[in-house]
């Protein structure tokens, strides 16, 4: 791992640390939502990409983040595919973290982009989501994750 990736993933994991404390303050997940947007806004300005290209095509969810730009689209987007990684018995990611993997916000973004082998360029977007998944826990997410994957989002 680079110089530049470190710093990247140490900058993001600490947002993810002050947002989950928000969230945990807050009871609810708005804040992170709104630090997506922020970041979503940031990656574009950036590098001058649509960051819409970052989502799974075949997604409802991305598709409804081309529409309105919302954080909490973009984090239904990724939300299956993390799903796969952290609830599935032979997920990568969840392996990792049942083998105690410290749950310290740089920790938990290296993980995710090691896991699912993010571009240095997007990683500064997964803090918000690796805020969310701290702030309500791997069983948590997988149960809320299940409940959607039924049809009950």
Known sequence: ?????????????????????????????????RAL??????????????ASALLPADDDAGLRFLRNRHGEDFWRAYRKRLQKELCSSHGNLRKMFRKGSSFAG??????????LQLPVAIIPLF???????????????????ADTENGTD
Do not use: H, N, W
């Not at 740089?106 to 896991?115: D, G, L, Q, S, Y």
């Open 1 to 33: 791992m680079t110089t530049s990736m470190e710093a990247v993933i140490k900058a993001t994991g600490e947002e993810a640390e002050l947002l989950t404390a928000e969230i945990r303050e807050d009871g609810d997940l708005a804040a992170a939502f």
């Open 106 to 115: 740089p920790a938990v973004v290296t993980t995710i982009v090691t896991t």
């Open 127 to 145: 803090g918000p989501i690796v805020a969310i998944l701290m702030s309500i826990g791997l069983d948590a997410f997988c149960d809320a994750t």
């Open 37 to 50: 947007e922020q970041r979503v806004v940031e990656f574009e300005q950036s590098s001058g990409k649509d």
